[in-house]
């Protein structure tokens, strides 16, 4: 009786794998031949000069490393550039060559300017 149970148990756990397997293969398949152009990653700061360098470091190595899709673009906003956030920040933007640096006016005239229809 005990043998039946655990025959069963096993039995629909190795069911359920091969769904699970079957329904990964299916999403890579969908969803990787899709031509990306990337991500946009808008940040938007003010003030932040002890923690801004530790959160887009983050940020970078989880698109780095991480199982993300690719960058495309991050854009930092400034919007208060009385502390040291921006000296940091330009920093970061000399290292990496994706990480924009702008201000507030010139982060509206990126976002108005994405093209909707793609």
């Known amino acids: ?45 003010k003030n932040q000069e002890e923690k801004v360098e530790g959160f887009v470091r983050s940020i970078l190595f989880r698109f780095l490393y991480g199982k993300e899709e690719n960058i495309k673009d991050i854009i930092i906003a400034d919007l208060d550039s009385t502390d040291g956030t921006s000296e940091i920040l330009k920093r970061l933007g000399k290292e990496y060559d994706y990480i924009k640096i702008a201000n507030w006016r010139e982060c509206r005239e990126i976002i108005d300017s994405i093209d909707k229809t793609k």
């Open 1 to 45: 009786m005990w043998d039946f149970i655990i025959n069963g148990i096993f039995w629909v756990l190795a069911l359920y794998g091969l769904f699970e397997i079957i329904k990964t293969i299916i999403y890579t398949y969908t969803y990787t031949n899709l031509k990306s152009e990337g991500i946009y990653f808008i940040i938007a700061v």
